[in-house]
């Protein structure tokens, strides 16, 4: 038996998957960049510049016959807005684009997380929630729901979470300490 896991632990060790199990990993960065097609770019760069705080950095395009070859887009020209979270090398980028096609983007409407499968929601951590709400009532944005709340019993106490739905009505999750509201 135990030549048996020796052996099995020998195929494991020499198998070329060995390195995400020990040692290195394959990933080159520790974020991923996250890309959103938005029916109103305008709309859409407000809400995450003036409400949430992203930054913006320079973009890019994707044209020619590119989009199509990969699968982008069915062959639409791609301009692409991108949004950081920080100035770090590896920051977080929401990469916005609306796309001019033949086809139109279409709206899903979503009530809760669950109702649509796939990516659902975005959460960014803050520092100070009450200034997100503060930017987004300025700005005619609504909580979503009955939020922001304090996180539920077993989870940090002096966190809370506010819900906001973004011009599409894409669900971001704004977490940080207590809103002066809930204090």
Known sequence: MKKNINLIF?????????????????FSKQTIDLGLV???????LKFYKEIIGFQEITGFEVKGSFPKKVGLSDGAPLDIHVLV????ENA???KLMQ??????TL???????HTVAGFSYITVFVENVDLVWSNASKLGVLAYAESPQVLPA????DICLLMLKDPDGNFVEIVGPKTKSLK
């Open 99 to 104: 796309v001019k096609s033949k086809k139109k």
């Open 38 to 44: 938005v029916t109103d770019l305008n709309q859409s």
């Open 10 to 26: 020998l195929l494991i060790l020499s198998s070329p998957f060995c390195f995400t199990l020990v040692g290195k990993s394959n």
């Open 107 to 113: 709206k899903i409407k979503q009530p809760f997380i």
């Open 92 to 94: 977080t980028k929401l």
């Open 154 to 157: 077993g989870l940090p106490q």
């Open 85 to 88: 979270l920080g100035e770090d």
